[in-house]
């Protein structure tokens, strides 16, 4: 095959990012250039679209920590994460909170849940009929809860927040604890399946910290979350990002010895990222959860996982849009 067709077949299929394909990273400097006020205009309707509300943590260093929100055909209706400062970002981006209903948590930490009082507030507050939420996150397991036991401490009877769910309209949460364990969830499950929506999960591993992975497919676009991964739950990523659209993968460490050697116990650094993203056949990278370290090596980075991978690989910034 000719390689000017394969490359207008990769063009075709990319990721888009802020706005459009032209401004798809091939280069960090590109990627760089892509700044927060230039990409906040809403893009034309997709079927599905994301948004990056935090693209760091946990470092207080200017970027929010972990968050994302997903629109199906324009309306906001899945948050992933919800890290410290993501509350600012939605209303700098405009987005409305009025079909928000599903809440899929990667894990526990404080950078990707701190901020999910604020934001469940501000969607009871947003409407004039009953909530109901469907979140789902890990079992318990170490000194973390189950994300039931989480959600019951913050909204439950006895809760620190009991008082919101009859503050406005009646807010009810179904709470869904996801098999965090890598050795009894071996294959993806399905967490939720309605018309052209699919959403399933698998076991991550990060450290002590019980994890998910999700991937989120509709109407034939699909994007994958890593959250934050460690050696050990490369595997299952895999078996769930097999060819999705997007990866979006959090990207904390440099390759080794360039972070701190603890660091390595709790997350994947670029030349891994890369060989999982070609391994997996992924449309693109969008690489999150970045921090300083990250932001003065781009050059190093995207070289690393260069040696694998050669489609779009786009680092992230608050309030980017992308569309897989
Ligand atoms: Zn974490
Ligand atoms: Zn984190």
Redesign the pocket.
């Known amino acids: 095959m000719a390689a000017s067709l394969i490359r207008r077949m990769v063009a075709a299929q990319c990721l888009v990012i802020g706005l459009g394909c032209a401004s798809t990273a091939r280069s960090p400097q590109s990627a760089a250039s892509v700044t927060p006020a230039a990409t906040s205009a809403p893009m034309a309707k997709a079927p599905l679209e994301l948004i990056v509300l935090g693209s760091g ?2 470092d207080a260093v200017g970027r929010a920590s972990t968050c994302f929100i997903l629109s199906l055909d324009g309306a906001p209706r899945i948050l992933i994460d919800a890290g410290s400062g993501a509350f600012t970002r939605l209303g700098e981006a405009g987005i409305s909170l009025h079909r928000l209903d599903l809440i899929l948590l ?2 526990l ?1 404080i ?2 849940t701190c901020e999910l009082p604020g934001i469940l507030k501000a969607r009871v507050v947003s409407t004039r009929v009953p909530i109901s939420f469907q979140i789902f996150g890990p079992t318990g397991g170490s000194e973390f809860p189950s994300t039931k036991h989480f959600l019951d401490l913050l909204f439950g009877k006895k809760g620190a927040f009991a008082y919101l769910a009859d503050f406005s309209e009646p807010m009810t949460i179904v709470a869904t604890d996801v098999d965090a364990s890598l050795r009894s969830s071996t294959s993806p499950q399905t967490l939720l399946a309605e018309d052209e929506l699919k959403i399933s999960a698998i076991a991550g591993h ?1 450290d002590d ?1 019980p ?1 998910v992975i999700y991937r989120v497919d509709y109407k034939g676009r699909s994007v994958v979350f890593s ?2 991964i460690d050696a050990s739950g490369l595997d299952h990523l895999r078996l769930i990002a097999d060819h999705c659209d997007l990866l979006v993968f ?1 990207t904390v460490v440099l390759d080794p010895p360039h972070s701190r050697a603890i660091l390595y116990t ?1 997350h994947t650094p670029p030349k891994k990222i890369g060989e999982v993203a070609a391994g997996t056949h992924v449309g693109a990278l969008l690489l999150t959860h970045l921090n300083p370290s990250i932001d003065e090596a781009h050059d190093a980075v995207l070289a690393s996982i260069r040696r694998s991978y050669d489609g779009p690989v786009t680092f992230s910034a608050d309030r980017m849009r992308a569309t897989p």
């Open positions: 943590g946990p990667t894990h930490h950078d990707h990060h910290a994890a959250g934050d959090n709790l």
